[in-house]
């Protein structure tokens, strides 16, 4: 599965747009990109995946170059509870495991 | 949409003990579950693949001897700490795919293993 590289940190304050932009300049053609987070001392949280369209749900849009070199996720209205590790990966569409980077832990600020 | 729970969401054993986790998918049925590790400000890392009526997959460095996988039912997988140590102390964190071609992954909500 292909690496992706997303900044350490952001902060975004309460009731704006959180913009996360993630890399995965060697993604392959049937690699999917999905986003999941983790609160503090809980398990990850799925989010949004997608493969070459843009993905929009109740949590947030996924925004995917034409290249599919990288992608944003967008939390549209950040709020507090927000605050949390994103984790972006790139992985084939079947029953495998994730490869956990570091994330971007996104503080949401009052 | 689909549950992971864990089972128990912490616990404290003293050095030497063994400490069973259990992972249940409690509205679908799991062939494979994962288990990850966390360590303080990292990130997951697998540990293991736990498939359901055959032996468990570990991963490079974990010791199978060390970390007993057990995985009898379609809903069930247990992760069993053998003789803890202070250093096995993590955030333990197992997983299931869900529909068949596992385009997602539901996460249960950790257990805290603390050895003292």
């Known amino acids: 599965d292909a690496k992706t590289t997303q900044p350490p940190s952001m902060d975004c304050a309460e009731g704006r747009a959180a913009n996360l932009p993630c890399n995965h300049s060697?993604?392959?053609?049937?690699?999917?990109v999905y986003w999941y987070r983790q609160i503090h001392s809980q398990g990850p949280q799925y989010i949004i995946h997608?493969?070459?369209n843009n993905e929009t749900n109740e949590m947030a849009s996924l925004i995917i170059t034409e290249d599919r070199k990288s992608s944003t996720l967008i939390l549209p209205h950040a709020t507090l509870r927000d605050t949390a590790v994103y984790y972006c990966?790139?992985?084939?569409?079947?029953?495998?495991?994730?490869?956990f980077g570091p994330g971007t832990r996104l503080s949401v600020l009052p | 949409g689909a549950v992971v729970s864990q089972h128990p969401s912490w616990v404290i054993c003293k050095s030497g003990t063994s400490v069973k986790i259990e992972c249940r998918s409690l509205?679908?049925?799991?062939?494979?579950m994962f288990w990850y590790r966390q360590f303080p400000k990292q990130s997951l890392m697998l540990m293991a693949t736990?498939?359901?009526?055959?032996?468990?997959?570990?991963e490079q460095g974990v010791e199978k001897d060390k970390f007993l996988i057990n995985h009898a039912s379609l809903t069930l997988s247990t992760l069993t700490v053998t003789s803890a140590h202070p250093e096995d102390s993590s955030f333990y964190i197992c997983?299931?795919?869900?529909?068949?071609?596992?385009?997602?992954?539901?996460f249960g909500p950790g257990t805290r293993l603390t050895v003292t």
């Open positions: 990966i790139v992985r084939r569409n079947y029953g495998q495991n994730f490869v």
């Open positions: 736990s498939n359901e009526g055959s032996k468990a997959t570990y």
């Open positions: 997608g493969l070459k």
């Open positions: 509205d679908f049925q799991a062939t494979t």
């Open positions: 997983s299931a795919p869900g529909l068949a071609g596992g385009s997602e992954q539901y």
């Open positions: 060697t993604i392959s053609g049937n690699e999917y």
